[in-house]
């Protein structure tokens, strides 16, 4: 079945960039996404990338794609104290006429950002 | 645009009873939510899919005759945990995808559950 893999953590300082990775088994999939979540709350969607791309650029967010190896990495640049949380990436596949399928959630990063 | 909001956000109940959550989308149409379960310092499982209108599709594994999932109209969907025991306690999420179609879905903030 499908699998994601994330780092369990990273530690970075304040104005450095945070560079989180991931893996992922399914070759057919279509979309690749980074989802934030903040200590007891949902997650919130910060930045997908379609699986013909290579990267995506979106402010302090750059998206990585490497489909030969299966690795998607989320860099962000000049990390701030209010980036600490939970990193989630996901993927999903795209069904024949266009049904859409389930999230595949990745284990998680915890990114900790010391001031 | 795109909120999606759940009822309540947080819940204690006795071993045994039932508890119901709800999920909405304020601004938008949701033919299909999605409900998932996630366990301290864990990822997020998915429990179950529905479409607004059929019978929900239900992840290996999942009970479906203890986790009770109704989607009576487009911007509402409830999930029931019938006899919970402290074993269900977890953090449970909603996500709901809008009529327009696309891939994204939006997340509700999550409803933390508590069996004592």
């Known amino acids: 079945g499908e699998d994601v893999e994330q780092s369990l953590f990273l530690s970075v300082r304040e104005g450095d960039s945070s560079v989180i990775n991931c893996t992922y088994t399914d070759s057919s999939s279509t979309y690749l996404y980074w989802y934030k979540q903040e200590p007891g709350a949902g997650l919130q969607l910060l930045t997908y990338?379609?699986?013909?791309?290579d990267m995506k650029q979106d402010q302090r967010l750059t998206v990585l794609l490497n489909k030969k190896d299966k690795h998607l990495s989320l860099r962000i640049a000049d990390t701030q104290t209010g980036d600490s949380a939970i990193y989630f990436c996901a993927e999903s596949n795209r069904g024949y006429g266009g049904a859409t399928n389930k999230l595949i959630f990745g284990t998680g990063t915890l990114l900790a950002v010391q001031p | 645009g795109a909120v999606v909001s759940q009822h309540p956000s947080w819940v204690i109940c006795k071993s045994g009873t039932s508890v119901k959550i709800e999920c909405r989308s304020l601004d938008f149409q949701a033919t299909t939510m999605f409900w998932y379960r996630q366990f301290p310092k864990q990822s997020l499982m998915l429990m179950a899919t529905?479409?607004?209108?059929?019978?929900?599709?239900?992840e290996q594994g999942v009970e479906k005759d203890k986790f009770l999932i109704n989607h009576a109209s487009l911007t509402l969907s409830t999930l029931t945990v019938t006899s919970a025991h402290p074993e269900d306690s977890s953090f449970y999420i909603c996500?709901?995808?809008?009529?327009?179609?696309?891939?994204?879905?939006?997340f509700g903030p999550g409803t933390r559950l508590t069996v004592t």
């Open positions: 529905s479409n607004e209108g059929s019978k929900a599709t239900y």
């Open positions: 996500s709901a995808r809008g009529r327009q179609g696309g891939n994204e879905q939006y």
């Open positions: 990338i379609f699986s013909n791309m």
